[in-house]
Every structure is written in structure tokens, then in C-alpha cells.
């Protein structure tokens, strides 16, 4: 039997992976685009519509009536010619849509003519494929007044307060939310949550640019939401079951902490003295740069509670982290905290933070009435 040139399966081969890596980036970047952009056209285009409704409406009679019977006669009309999608309901959410958004005209109509100079380059696809495909892999084929779907607009139409609108938007369209995220984020009432833990002047911010997380201070909340955790608190469960909830449900747990979370370590053992400590969670802050330790306790806190957490940030500050990076901060959450035993124990420049948490979502109602007491108070202390 001679032994001639081994057979090489291509399939196998590196170059075919590397090539096949790069050509599923591609394909999956330029779906993605796709969709994002069949999304842009339907708002642009129901933006549209309202718009003509209400130029037609102030046109027309100057009466109720006629609006009304106005969107009836274009609901069977439309919806006999393109079908669905064109109800009486959907054409006056068109037409809110465009009451609410109608101060971004003037982008829509730059947004439209820069876009129509990128959708023709496609077109030298076949001469120029490695341009195209770094516009498609840039993710950048629209970037303009709306970047979310017709879903997520409907229901941000639904919050009355302008402020908290335009947050959401922010926060849905930088976070990548879904419509489900989106509703749960609204419910869990992160608005006024996040409001909680600032001042009036970066309350205002919020609005203008979502959740900047610049220093410690940005990223907490008042109080934490862990409802998806399934945990019954009529129910008696431990601290060991509350960790190994938020174990199972860590994307959900990430989701609730905010903005650049990594999640390192569950029980974090390190020894000091002979002696051994652990650390129930540790997480990193990319935005911040530095490590994020949580201690859970479902009971009364106390003064050693705090204590102990001192001693966790200080041991990592001395022998964990690195010089570049920024001091570790600490964060207890509990069932209730006492804000007169926090402030005696703790110095005021301290990174050690205790925070409370629910399992269940609080109502919104009484978070806005916590925040309108708290703005309040604020004011008559400036």
C-alpha cells in the first residue's frame, strides 16, 4: 500500500473557519441593520401620516366630529387597500405620535437625505464589497430622531410626564431594550428610583441624557427591584437562598445594577490572619473601573454589618486592585435600613453604601410622591 499525499478535508481547514467567522459577522450585522431600518421606515412613516391627519384636520372643519369621522373613513379605506395595521386606533396613535414628536420635523427631513446618500452606495456592492461590509459591520446604516420601534413609541406615549418620556427613550435606545424590558424598567419605576439617589440638578439630567455614570454615586437606586427573583417575601427564606436566586437570574440581577457590570465572583474567599472571609457577590465597573462588592441581608442591619463591609473594601483596595484602578465600593442590601445608624457609623466620604431591595414591584404611585417630598425637601434646604 503506498502511502501518498494525505488528503486535506477544506472543510476543516483554518482559513475556511476564519472565513466563515467573518461571513456570519457580516450576514448577522447586515440582518440586524435590515430590521433595524424596516423598523426606522415604518416610524418615519406613521409619523407621516400623522402629520397629514393633522394638516388635513386644521384644513377641514373646526370641529370634533369631523376628526373623528375623518380616521373612521381612512381606518376602512387603508385597511381595505394594505390591510392590517391601519385600524382606527393605530392611525390615532399615528396621529399623537406626531403632537408629541413634532418639534424633530426638521431632523427627519436632514435624517432623510443623508440616509438616501448611504442606501445608494449600496448599490456598488459587487465593486466594492470591503466598503459595504465595514458600513455594515459599523451598525451605522441609520442614526436619526427615532431609533426605536413603532412598539416602544406607542407605549412611551403612554407616560405623560415629558422628562420621564424622554429618559426612557434614552435609556431604551443606548441599553438595546426590548418592548418586554422596556415596560418591566417602566414598572419597577427606575425613573424616579434613579431620581432618588440625586440631586435636583442631575434629576433634570436624566431627562437630557439618561443614566451617566460618571462616579459612585451614579449607579445606585432607592430601592433595588428583584421581583424576577421568584422569591415570596411572606415566605421565610435565607440569605444563601436569595444569593443562589439572583445566581440563577444573574442577566436579570446585571439588568437591575445598571450600566457596566461584569459579574467575577459569588462567595469570594480571601484570608486575612489566618483567618477566612467571604464576600457573598463581587462584581466590576468598567464604566468606573473598579470593583463592586455586595453583601445580602434579609435582616435588621446593624452597625457590624457595616463594619464588616468596611473591612471587605479595605482589603481589596489594599491587596486587590491595582493602581490604576479606582477605590472599591460596597453595597449592602437589605430588607430595611435605618439612614440615622448609616450616618453614625460610616464617615461621609465613605464608598460603603446600604441600599434597600424589594421582591416585588413597588407602585409608582408611591414612589412619585417620594420623590415629589424629597425634591421638595431639597429645595427648602438650598
Not at 463594619?307 to 465600593?329: A, C, L, S
Request: glycine letters at 4%; charged letters at 30%.
Amino acid at each position: 500500500m503506498s502511502l501518498g499525499k494525505q488528503i486535506i478535508n477544506p472543510e476543516n481547514s483554518q482559513e475556511i473557519q476564519d472565513l466563515l467567522k467573518e461571513l456570519h459577522e457580516i450576514i448577522s450585522s447586515a440582518r440586524q441593520a435590515v430590521n433595524k431600518n424596516v423598523n426606522t421606515i415604518q416610524v418615519l412613516t406613521n409619523f407621516e401620516i400623522g402629520h397629514r391627519i393633522i394638516e388635513n384636520e386644521q384644513k377641514g372643519e373646526k370641529r370634533a366630529e369631523y376628526g373623528k369621522t375623518l380616521i373612521k373613513i381612512l381606518a376602512d379605506k387603508l385597511t381595505k387597500e394594505f390591510g392590517s395595521g391601519f385600524s382606527k386606533r393605530n392611525l390615532e396613535y399615528m396621529r399623537h405620535f406626531y403632537l408629541e414628536y413634532k418639534n424633530r420635523s426638521d431632523q427627519i427631513v436632514q435624517t432623510v437625505s443623508a440616509q438616501s446618500e448611504k442606501i445608494s452606495t449600496m448599490s456598488v456592492i459587487v465593486e466594492n464589497t470591503q466598503t459595504v461590509s465595514a458600513q455594515i459591520l459599523s451598525g451605522q446604516l441609520y442614526k436619526g430622531p427615532f431609533d426605536l420601534s413603532w412598539s416602544h413609541y406607542v407605549f412611551l406615549m403612554g407616560i405623560k410626564d415629558e422628562d420621564e418620556r424622554s429618559f426612557y427613550e434614552i435609556e431604551s435606545r443606548d441599553q438595546n431594550w426590548s418592548l418586554r424590558e422596556l415596560e418591566r424598567q417602566y414598572n419597577s419605576g427606575l425613573y424616579e428610583r434613579l431620581a432618588l439617589s440625586r440631586d435636583k440638578k442631575k434629576i433634570k439630567e436624566l431627562s437630557h441624557k439618561g443614566q451617566i455614570v460618571s462616579k459612585p454615586e451614579d449607579l445606585f437606586k432607592e430601592p433595588y427591584v428583584l421581583e424576577f427573583l421568584g422569591l415570596d417575601e411572606k415566605i421565610a427564606y435565607s440569605e444563601s437562598d436569595l444569593e443562589s436566586a439572583i445566581i440563577d437570574k444573574i442577566e436579570r440581577f446585571l439588568l437591575e445594577l445598571g450600566k457596566g457590570f461584569l459579574f467575577e465572583a459569588r462567595q469570594k474567599r480571601f484570608t486575612f490572619d489566618e483567618d477566612n472571609f467571604y464576600v457573598d457577590l463581587v462584581f466590576y465597573n468598567r464604566l468606573l473601573r473598579c470593583y463592586v462588592l455586595i453583601d445580602l441581608k434579609i435582616g435588621k442591619l446593624s452597625h457590624q454589618d457595616l463594619g464588616q463591609m468596611q473591612m471587605y473594601v479595605n482589603y481589596f483596595d489594599r491587596y486587590i486592585k491595582m493602581q490604576d484602578e479606582n477605590p472599591t465600593v460596597g453595597i449592602i442590601l437589605c430588607q430595611m435600613k435605618k439612614e440615622a445608624l448609616v450616618e453614625i457609623t460610616l464617615p461621609k466620604d465613605t464608598n460603603i453604601h446600604a441600599k434597600e431591595y424589594r421582591l416585588y414591584l413597588p407602585s409608582k404611585e408611591e414612589l412619585r410622591r417620594k420623590l415629589l417630598v424629597w425634591t421638595s425637601d431639597a429645595k427648602e434646604k438650598r
